[in-house]
């Protein structure tokens, strides 16, 4: 790495946000909002290439950082034939290669090695994520609720959960934090969700990103960093509302 | 019995109307089913009231009032389940009320709107002569779950009924299907626009994959959300023929409420209505609390529009514009009846406000959580307020109004009865 140097208008991120029309059904679409204004209020100038379904794989490797939101189970169907087609491997590429991301729900159980559901069924996941999610019938219940997470940066992130599947950890992954209110990935082990790299795959809905700015901003540096090869600090924003909406949450936990 | 449970049902409603104790209008019928668990088939079995169901995320109230107002206009008696009573306690308050004491009902039709989880519920207990279906939208998802899945309930639930007239939306694709499926066609009318539409879809947008073959849908029109003129390049189902495309006479602006229009019209129509009836019915229609309901306050006025999903909250910011809105209070609540998750509100395109908010007032419990909503818009901040006190923030709001300027209020289900308390004194319904 050479030396520090500050964000400003030399700098430019493309997001790539994946299957937009299909995994969008939780508000993920904040995420993205979130990202972009961040950058813009920074001078950073931000494109947002949306790739879907039947879309050159390609356009992958030219994003600094990488979203993909959760959806319904017809949606995660045409989803998973369409990675399969080839976007599988340069995902696992880009990841690879230190590329940051956020993976929803329902994309971050794809992300794992396999989902079993309750009829025993099996279905394989892309292997990105040391992890794997169940859906047994006996646990009817969905994980729901607001929940606090302690995170690998030491902030709290805050958010929402809806989720049938439990999600267990492999060996070569890392939780993205501990639960401190809700039930995080299977409400038995206190892990929310994982990062590899600099991938992260979280359950949290709220969406993620607009209450939890310094995460957005990690993401953004973690971008640029990738991009520009040098540790690029990110002027501070006014995050008083952001605080303001932590709080009213945290008050009721 | 059942004479027994209207008899003691009676008292407990004028009990709890003489005290304004509010939400009086679901747990007489909650008592009831508990004793009679087959209470409200029972008193319809004696009563020979004709009934018509209203199913569907968004316009059931403004669309029951439209008919009971066509239909009481012309002479008949009507019976209706207040807003917020539509599961199947709220019916069976509904028939507590109105029932006689030898437990009849002597209305000549009732209107249930029926909440979208409960469809099923209710058909097992009640054998209605029309059920309407309006549409399905993203809504409350922790408590709803999925589209697909309501859909699926309902074709289910309807597909078993062998005699049931069927008034469908035919622009919603998933709505469309259920009537499609139906072996004796003659039982199924639908209504739909007919007009230049868009080419392209706003962003929170469900089912546009056919029902039938799951290929992505082509539109040769959008209105809005998932509604249009669509059509399967691959197993080439198609929207059905409309049997009713326009109306006598619109009570309300905005385009989602032609939907409703026409889907009054249409059950008019079916009910032995002449089209001169129907007009005269609908230029008498004055809208329900909460829906375009114009109320005075402190000298000023304010008038509410109900947003409670991304579909129905990008329609009235789109109708208010229309309407040259310059202040507006928004209120965003997280209780059961709102929905715990407020993820939905990033779904909204809110940027629509830069083109026309001069004063936005942020309320609610989650103010803050839209508060971000705005601010991520591109909103500058001097533009918009955040309070969590519902009462200051109505004040705050009409000090910014002149004397002829409107505040546009779109509150979500639970801000609405709130507003309502503040603004007439009064507990809801």
């Known amino acids: 790495m050479t030396n520090n140097s500050t964000s400003s208008v030399r700098h430019s991120l493309t997001i790539g946000w994946l299957y937009p029309d299909l995994m969008s059904t939780y508000g993920d679409r904040g995420n993205i909002i979130t990202l972009q204004k961040r950058c813009e209020w920074r001078g950073i100038k931000v494109e947002v290439k949306k790739i879907s379904v039947g879309d050159d ?13 959760g959806a319904e189970d017809r949606q995660q169907e045409i989803v998973s034939e369409d990675l399969k087609k080839g976007k599988d491997k340069i995902l696992k590429e880009v990841i690879e290669n230190n590329i940051p991301g956020i993976f929803i729900c329902g994309a971050y159980q794809f992300l794992g090695n396999y989902y079993k559901e309750a009829n025993g069924n099996i279905i394989t996941g892309l ?7 169940e859906n047994t019938s006996k646990n009817n219940a969905r994980l729901i609720g607001n929940i606090a997470v302690k995170n690998f940066l030491n902030d709290v992130l805050i958010g929402f959960e809806n989720h049938g599947g439990r999600t267990y950890l492999g060996k070569n992954v890392k939780a993205l934090g501990t639960v401190e209110n809700g039930y995080g990935n299977n409400g038995e082990d206190k892990t929310e969700g994982a990062i590899y790299k600099n991938a992260i795959g979280t359950y949290l809905h709220g969406p993620i990103l607009p209450k939890n ?5 990690w993401l953004i540096g973690k971008a640029l960093e990738t991009k520009y090869k040098e540790q690029i600090a990110l002027e501070p924003l006014d995050d008083t509302l952001e605080n303001q909406a932590r709080d009213a949450i945290v008050k009721t936990l | 019995m059942n004479q027994i449970i209207v008899l003691f049902g009676k008292t407990l409603s004028a009990f709890s109307q003489m005290f304004n104790l509010g939400n009086g209008s679901t747990w007489p019928g909650h008592i009831a089913l508990q004793i009679n668990k087959h209470f409200v088939r029972d ?3 004696n009563s020979a009231t004709k009934i018509i169901l209203v199913a569907g995320t968004n316009g059931k109230t403004t669309t029951s009032l439209l008919i009971k107002t066509i239909l009481e206009t012309n002479g008949k008696t009507v019976i209706h389940n207040s807003s917020g009573a539509n599961l199947i306690n709220g019916i069976a308050s509904t028939l507590l009320l109105n029932a006689n004491l030898i437990g009849k009902v002597r209305a000549e039709y009732a209107i249930f709107e029926v909440d979208e989880n409960s469809l099923t519920k209710v058909l097992a207990e009640i054998d209605p002569q029309y059920i309407l279906l309006l ?3 993203r809504d409350q998802l922790d408590r709803y779950g999925e589209v697909a899945t309501i859909a699926k309930k309902w074709t289910d639930a309807i597909l078993h009924e062998e005699h049931i007239n069927l008034i469908l939306n035919a622009d919603d694709p998933q709505i469309a299907f259920i009537g499609q499926q139906l072996f004796n066609q003659k039982l199924v009318k639908y209504f739909g626009l007919n007009a230049q539409g868009k080419k392209e879809f706003d962003h929170a947008v469900d089912s546009i994959y056919c ?8 539109y040769a029109d959008i209105y809005y959300s998932h509604l249009g003129n669509w059509s399967c390049p691959k197993c080439h189902l198609k929207r059905p023929q409309l049997s009713q495309e326009a109306a006598p006479f619109y009570p309300l602006p905005g385009q989602y409420n032609e939907y409703n229009t026409f889907a009054a019209t249409l059950v008019a129509k079916e009910l032995g209505l002449s089209e001169g009836q129907i007009k005269h019915g609908l230029q008498q229609f004055k809208p329900a609390f909460g829906r375009q309901e114009i109320v005075e306050y402190q000298g000023k006025k304010m008038q509410l529009f109900l947003s409670k999903n991304p579909t129905g909250f990008n329609e009235s910011l789109r109708t208010i514009k229309e309407l040259k809105a310059t202040n507006i209070l928004i209120a965003l609540n997280d209780r059961i009846a709102d929905g715990r998750d407020v993820s939905w509100i990033w779904d909204i395109d809110t ?4 083109e026309f908010a001069k004063h936005i007032t942020v309320t609610g419990d989650r103010a803050y959580d839209m508060g971000l909503r705005i601010k991520y818009s591109g909103i500058p901040n001097s533009t918009f307020q955040t309070s969590t006190n519902l009462k200051s923030a109505i004040s705050e709001s009409i000090n910014k109004l002149s004397d002829e300027e409107t505040l546009y209020i ?10 309502r308390k503040i603004l007439s004194g009064k507990k809801i319904l």
């Open chain 1, 57 to 69: 794989a390609k356009h992958l490797k030219l994003c600094s950082l990488v979203m993909m939101g």
């Open chain 1, 127 to 133: 292997g990105i994520f040391d992890v794997h999610t």
């Open chain 1, 213 to 217: 700015p310094l995460l957005a901003d």
């Open chain 2, 43 to 45: 008193i319809l079995k």
């Open chain 2, 135 to 137: 549409n399905l939208f």
């Open chain 2, 211 to 218: 029902p039938r073959c799951g290929t992505k849908l082509d």
């Open chain 2, 351 to 354: 940027e629509m406000l830069g």
């Open chain 2, 410 to 419: 779109l509150p979500t289900y639970t801000a609405m009865l709130e507003l």
